[in-house]
T-cell receptor, first 114, second 113 residues
């Protein structure tokens, strides 16, 4: 089945540790995105990538880093510089970046910092 | 004023009711309007998409855009318990990319049997 796979679903981290969230897609989509969702805040864009080896900062990129070495993979690293990392993280992809607007989302990763 | 405003609810209705979900926006350049549905602990999925003004119907769902009032709505007829979810509006300008998609905060809907 085609789709987006995020792992792990649940992750606990101690303060000061970096953690990497995995996102893999087999939809052959060019563009991939990372969003953060907090209660009462909606979805906020962290980073997005339109092609391999290229990515752009979103609205809340501080404390996060990404890489796009392969078309199907877009991992997100939450660094110790992120002041409030506990959140639900969603990865998404789209065919291109200028089409109808359909984003395909993964099931999310919930990160809790202890 | 935030670019997109959406009442977070929660909204609770009996089964069979007509539901109206709404968003207002401030940027008159927005041309693409979307509604996503998100079940608990899942990622959102696209429900309806509208370009510019007008209505669009898909089964029990109708999306409406009023650009003069900067107001969009999603109507659900004959609501079912399976419609219980959070509904997110999203919009962007013409020529913009999905990287420029602006989401509302979402409205949590509960349909009681």
């Amino acid at each position: 089945d085609g789709g987006i796979t995020q792992s792990p679903k649940y992750l606990f981290r101690k303060e000061g540790q970096n953690v990497t969230l995995s996102c893999e897609q087999n939809l052959n989509h060019d563009a991939m995105y990372w969003y953060r969702q907090d209660p009462g805040q909606g979805l906020r864009l962290i980073y997005y990538s339109q092609i391999v080896n290229d990515f752009q900062k979103g609205d809340i990129a501080e404390g996060y880093s990404v890489s796009r070495e392969k078309k199907e993979s877009f991992p997100l690293t939450v660094t110790s510089a992120q002041k409030n990392p506990t959140a639900f993280y969603l990865c998404a992809s789209s065919i291109g970046t200028g089409n109808t607007g359909e984003l395909f989302f993964g099931e999310g990763s919930r990160l809790t910092v202890l | 004023q935030k670019e997109v405003e959406q009442d977070p609810g929660p909204l609770s209705v009996p089964e069979g009711a007509i539901v109206s979900l709404n968003c207002t926006y401030s940027n008159s350049a927005f041309q693409y309007f979307m509604w996503y549905r998100q079940y608990s602990r899942k990622g959102p999925e696209l429900l309806m998409y509208t370009y510019s003004s007008g209505n669009k119907e898909d089964g029990r769902f109708t999306a409406q855009v009023d650009k003069s009032s900067k107001y969009i709505s999603l109507f659900i007829r004959d609501s079912q318990p399976s419609d219980s979810a959070t509904y997110l509006c999203a919009m962007r300008v013409y020529g913009g990319s999905q990287g420029n998609l602006i989401f509302g905060k979402g409205t949590k809907l509960s349909v009681k049997p």
